[in-house]
């Protein structure tokens, strides 16, 4: 059977291979558009920096732990030796049963800018890491918070006064940006460009004036906002979104600032085996799933386009239709990405081979197939519970 159109006969596999190639026409359109509104992004956000302040405010580090004895005697000491005036640490130890307790015990003694929260048990129907931040909140002695994990590492001295620089009298967020460590292998190479593509997103995005998330490994924000908005209310059986769902919920243009300068900077540890990998990133796509619906239209529309462009691309190119045109199309995409990402990794300060952009971002494909329908019908992932 054949159907007719315009006086020509066109065989039902032509009319679907016709509207394919059209669907990858328009994926690549909306993929160039957010190239260059990403790179766009990027470039404000990276002019956007105020005056050193004459007199900063105080800060409060917080930082949730459990049984993390050996990354938090790498990690304050480098926080104590920050060039601040006015701060404090805050740790919040998490039930422990390691040696956590005993040394913040110890070093609380001899620096008095160190406090701990001991935290024995949590109540039900309440997620753990969210309970500790909360209690850690309260704790603090300053309205301003800066928060880290205790596996990262401050890229310099000065990280809370760079990040301070951003704390202005109308300003209630900072988002700061979080590199992995670069180490040999596969599996770290497309942790660092996933991480950068994150980065690369929700920088962009608050460039652009649309902030949706931020890292809590590298975040700051006022006490007094939390509080008085309620804390995690509404979010405390969730796992995850201590960092993207609350920013999401209450970040706007008016009140939120990026800090990319190189002092901003705070390094992590990569997971080193798929499996805890993707355990991570299950638990940031489950946030997803609650963000506000003009981020979800976009965000969306950006991970659909990108899929779009290597599926349907790669299926006209085995039916060889339009075969140059695809492959020009999929060049042409590919070349403004890897262009992107190049320029996001020197702005932020990224260690990334640009050279494999193509292979990651082909494999972020199976990635994202894989990761998102699960993270969709997930109703639970742990944090250390």
Not at 112 to 140: C, D, Q, S
Not at 256 to 276: F, G
Request: net charge positive; with cysteine; proline share 4%.
């Amino acid at each position: 059977m054949s159907t007719k159109n315009a006086g020509v006969y066109l065989t039902p596999n032509a009319v679907n291979v016709n509207v394919l190639f059209a669907l990858v026409v328009l994926a690549a359109i909306v993929q160039f558009i957010f190239i260059f509104f990403l790179a766009r992004g990027l470039s404000r956000a990276v002019r956007r920096q105020p005056e050193i302040p004459v007199d900063p405010p105080p800060v409060s580090v917080l930082i949730c732990a459990r049984n993390e004895e050996h990354n938090l005697r790498n990690l304050l000491p480098l926080i104590l030796s920050q060039h601040y005036p006015h701060f404090e640490v805050v740790v919040v130890d998490d039930r422990s049963d390691d040696g956590t307790y005993d040394y913040l015990l110890e070093l609380s003694g001899r620096d008095r800018r160190v406090r701990m929260v001991r935290i024995n048990t949590v109540p039900e129907h309440v997620n753990p890491k969210k309970y500790a931040l909360t209690l850690g909140i309260k704790a603090a002695s300053h309205d301003w918070l800066l928060l880290t994990d205790a596996d990262c590492r401050p890229a310099s001295d000065k990280w809370i006064a760079s990040m301070s620089r951003y704390m202005t009298d109308n300003t209630q967020f900072v988002l700061g940006c979080s590199p992995y460590y670069a180490k040999p292998g596969l599996l770290n190479r497309f942790i660092r460009f996933e991480t950068l593509y994150t980065a690369v997103q929700y920088i962009g995005f608050a460039g652009n004036n649309m902030p949706y998330m931020g890292v809590g490994r590298n975040l700051a924000y006022r006490k007094s906002f939390f509080l008085n908005n309620k804390g995690f209310n509404g979010l405390l059986k969730l796992t995850g979104g201590d960092d993207d769902l609350w920013v999401n919920r209450h970040a706007r243009w008016h009140n939120t600032r990026v800090c990319t300068a190189e002092a901003c900077r705070v390094l992590s540890e990569p997971k080193i085996t798929w499996h805890d990998f993707l355990q991570q990133k299950k638990r940031h796509l489950m946030a997803g799933k609650f963000y506000r619906r003009r981020d979800k239209i976009m965000l969306g529309t950006l991970s659909v386009s990108h899929l779009a462009i290597w599926t349907g691309g790669f299926a006209l190119m085995l039916s060889g239709f339009q075969s140059v045109w695809v492959a020009a199309l999929l060049a042409l995409r590919t070349g403004g990405f890897t262009w992107l990402m190049a320029r996001a990794a020197r702005k932020l300060g990224f260690t990334y081979e640009s050279l494999f952009t193509p292979l990651l971002d082909f494999l972020y494909l199976f990635y994202y197939l894989t990761l998102a329908p699960r993270a969709l019908v997930a109703k639970r992932v742990k944090w250390k519970n």
